[in-house]
């Protein structure tokens, strides 16, 4: 490296532990690959000068407080924490990490978040008009808190101008991976991840990991109903006209009656249903692909390979290798 690259972590009460060691740790194997100690200098920006205590218990000593940030700055990442939404117990630090990364985005070269991280981003304004990703359990709650935002709740990590935001949790290594491959290319990030014991790009996205069909309920006890009916039965005639006929409803209305009740269509809801019943078998059982796009109603092999691509990224027989179940 021809000179330093400046990078500034936030720290904050009940951050996430990994979120905060495991970016730096990729920056300095990144260092240690190039044989360039200083190339990555990784610092630590808390509220105060004192020690946070992290979500794992385990306290961190800032380099230097907010306050103290200034000058040009490579990289300013933001992590997640415990609890970021609205009235939460660190509400108030929030408002404060709020309103330095107001002051503090323009001094950096690039803006990054990792898991709930885009939240504060959001509340920043830094994510209007921009596509971002974050944990796909508070992926709708960023939606909907910031409506200027475009949310893709599948993606490991996305970049959108000079903002990269990530998913949950462990996306924070995958994401400082592809800030190492934009600086130094992608042979040097592939030595780093080969020393973290990583995929330099893992396959499909976060969809792979959600607990699938988490849905409030909707306000008719008939659409409940229906939705229970189609999640017990994947493998029956799921059809729009089928539907419509259970519900003595013409196709027309049925359709706008369900979208106004849960926000999606009946062939999406069906498909995502039949998505879910397949990855309980492909997790829990040996049955022929064949024998799994049957039962879960998707009538072929060929039809179960595009939904699941669709859905979450991957292929049946990836998908089983990575969480087949073993009893």
């Given amino acids: 490296m021809s000179s330093s690259r400046r990078v500034v972590i936030a720290v904050f009460p009940d951050v996430d532990l990994l979120d905060v060691t495991g970016p730096a740790e990729v920056f300095a194997l990144a260092n240690r690959e190039t044989g360039d100690r200083a190339g990555y200098r990784v610092e630590l920006a808390g509220p105060t000068a004192g020690p946070v205590t992290t979500s794992a218990g385990v306290r961190l000593l800032p380099d230097l407080t907010f306050?103290?940030?200034?000058?040009?700055?490579?990289?300013?990442?933001?992590?997640?924490?415990?609890?970021?939404?609205?009235?939460?117990?660190?509400?108030?630090?929030?408002?404060?990490?709020?309103?330095?990364?107001?002051?503090?985005?323009?001094?950096?070269?690039?803006?990054?978040?990792?898991c709930v991280g885009a939240h504060l981003l959001a509340a920043a304004g830094l994510l209007d008009g921009r596509t971002a990703t974050t944990h796909w359990s508070t992926a709708a709650q960023l939606a909907a808190d910031h409506p200027a935002v475009t949310v893709d709740p599948d993606p490991i990590f996305l970049r959108s101008g000079n903002v990269w935001t990530g998913a949950g949790i462990s996306a924070c290594m995958d994401l400082s991976l592809a800030l190492v491959a934009e600086d130094l290319g992608e042979e040097l990030a592939l030595a780093v991840a080969r020393q973290l014991v990583m995929y330099l790009k893992r396959q499909g996205g976060q969809s792979q990991f959600s607990v699938p069909l988490s849905r409030p309920a909707a306000s008719r006890r008939d659409?409940?109903?229906?939705?229970?009916?189609?999640?017990?039965?994947?493998?029956?005639?799921?059809?729009?006209?089928?539907?419509?006929?259970?519900?003595?409803?013409?196709?027309?209305?049925?359709?706008?009656?369900?979208?106004?009740?849960?926000?999606?269509?009946?062939?999406?809801?069906?498909?995502?249903?039949?998505?879910?019943?397949?990855?309980?078998?492909?997790?829990?059982?040996?049955?022929?692909?064949?024998?799994?796009?049957?039962?879960?109603?998707?009538?072929?092999?060929?039809?179960?390979?595009?939904?699941?691509?669709?859905?979450?990224?991957?292929?049946?027989a990836a998908y089983r290798r990575r969480f087949r179940t073993t009893g």
């Fill in 67 to 114: 306050a103290e940030v200034d000058g040009v700055l490579d990289t300013l990442l933001v992590p997640g924490a415990v609890d970021l939404h609205p009235g939460g117990p660190v509400a108030r630090i929030d408002q404060e990490v709020v309103a330095w990364l107001k002051g503090v985005a323009p001094l950096a070269r690039r803006v990054a978040s990792v």
């Fill in 223 to 316: 659409i409940d109903e229906l939705r229970t009916y189609i999640a017990d039965h994947p493998s029956a005639d799921l059809s729009a006209a089928a539907l419509a006929a259970r519900m003595c409803l013409s196709e027309r209305h049925f359709a706008r009656v369900f979208r106004q009740e849960t926000g999606t269509t009946p062939a999406a809801f069906v498909e995502a249903v039949r998505v879910e019943a397949a990855r309980r078998l492909l997790e829990s059982t040996d049955q022929s692909l064949d024998r799994v796009a049957t039962a879960c109603g998707l009538g072929s092999v060929e039809t179960l390979h595009r939904a699941l691509r669709k859905q979450i990224g991957t292929t049946p």
